[in-house]
């Protein structure tokens, strides 16, 4: 897959990096200017995270299905982990990114891949 399915994703203002992860957290697309070992490690992140957003939900909520969603403050990011059908979309943006302006442009790339 090519990088340019993320198009819509970095064209968000305040969207720093994105990656599109396989639920076993391995890298399928990379935004361009982000290292190969970052984006391992956040496809890994993000396999992780849901992981442990899954046992929460089902935990907390009674909820049989995964979270369709994980957002975590870091001090100088926000990190945004959309859940497909089989895949991850992560995108690293700053704290002044518009949340429904991202949440559309990440609905936009699942939909075009399918998710």
């Known amino acids: 897959m090519a990088d340019w399915i993320l198009d819509d ?3 968000v203002t305040g969207v720093r990096h994105a990656v599109l992860a396989t639920t076993d957290g391995l890298v399928s697309v990379k935004s361009e200017g982000l290292k190969t070992d970052a984006a391992q490690r956040l496809a890994a992140g993000c396999a ?13 909520a009674n909820s049989t299905t995964p979270p ?16 497909g059908r089989d895949t991850y979309l992560a995108v690293v943006a700053d704290h002044a990114v518009d949340p429904a302006s991202l949440g559309h442009a990440l609905k936009i790339v699942l939909t075009a891949i399918g998710n």
């Not at 870091?74 to 945004?80: M, N, Q, R, V």
Request: avoid cysteine; charge should be positive.
């Open 9 to 11: 994703v970095l064209r």
């Open 48 to 60: 992780a995270l849901a992981g442990v957003a899954t046992g929460l939900a089902r935990d907390h």
């Open 68 to 83: 369709r969603q994980v957002v975590v403050e870091l001090d100088g990011a926000l990190l945004f982990v959309r859940r």
